[in-house]
């Protein structure tokens, strides 16, 4: 995905599903801080290392990963960008039937106060790649067990061990009947639907103007985000049935 935008520039989205359950450390990660290192090697789960920054996670097939890759852009300017992602993933969901998520912290999103989702950003020159987790129906033992409760957090958290701070986007939606009555909101269900509702995100380019304003030493005024003939998938979660399949 990366190695194909830096050969044509094109900004591209992925929607994918884990297949496994692992690890995965942000860029600045201490694993004897973060992780229950013990746990890890006794389970065998493997331990992976990501550009982006933050904290450690677990990934399993519960989640769905949203990623996007594009070049182009002014150096800077991460918090903007983490506003218009987070902002453009939003308006998927919502799409899609999943209502009511809102932007906390820097870069997470919640429903109520439960972390649904959490995200990272990696710049490298002009390229920026953005990576958004989405907790559809997380296995939270495992969270419990490989991570120990973060060196930082956001307010919002105020202190809550794992179990008490994330949510299910499942759970949280038990309610709506699709396909299967007892299911719901359906992982592999959520990743179809995004993967057909997400346009590429446009954000603000390299333009003269930025440059000129860049070398005044202000910082450039944030371009609003659009999607791009963004459709809606014809049956979305909730109510309605929806198309089955996973990332």
Known sequence: MIRAT??????????????????????GSQPQLELNLNACRADG?????????????????????VSVVMTGLPFGHHRRHFDTLTHWLIDGL????????????????????????????????????????LLIAPDLDRVCRYLKHPPREPD????????????????????????DPVTGIETGRVATNLRNALQPPVLACTTER??????????????????????CPARSVGPQPCESGSA
């Open 6 to 27: 830096r050969r044509d520039g094109a900004t591209r989205v992925r929607v994918r599903r884990p297949t496994d359950t692992m690890v995965v450390l942000g860029s």
């Open 45 to 65: 789960v493997p331990i992976h290392r990501r550009r982006g920054g933050g904290c450690s996670v677990v990934l399993d097939p519960g989640n769905v990963i």
């Open 94 to 133: 919502t799409c899609i039937g999943i209502p009511g998520i809102r932007q906390a912290g820097i870069c997470d999103l919640a429903l109520a106060e439960k972390k649904v989702g959490g995200a990272c950003l990696h710049r490298s020159r002009d390229l920026m790649y953005y990576s958004a987790s």
């Open 156 to 179: 919002y958290r105020r202190g809550r061990r794992h179990a008490s701070f994330m949510g299910s986007l499942k759970a949280a939606f038990n309610t709506y009947r699709s396909l």
């Open 210 to 231: 930025d440059r000129e304003i860049s070398q005044d030493g202000a910082t450039p005024t944030a371009a609003p985000a659009r999607r791009r003939g963004t459709r």
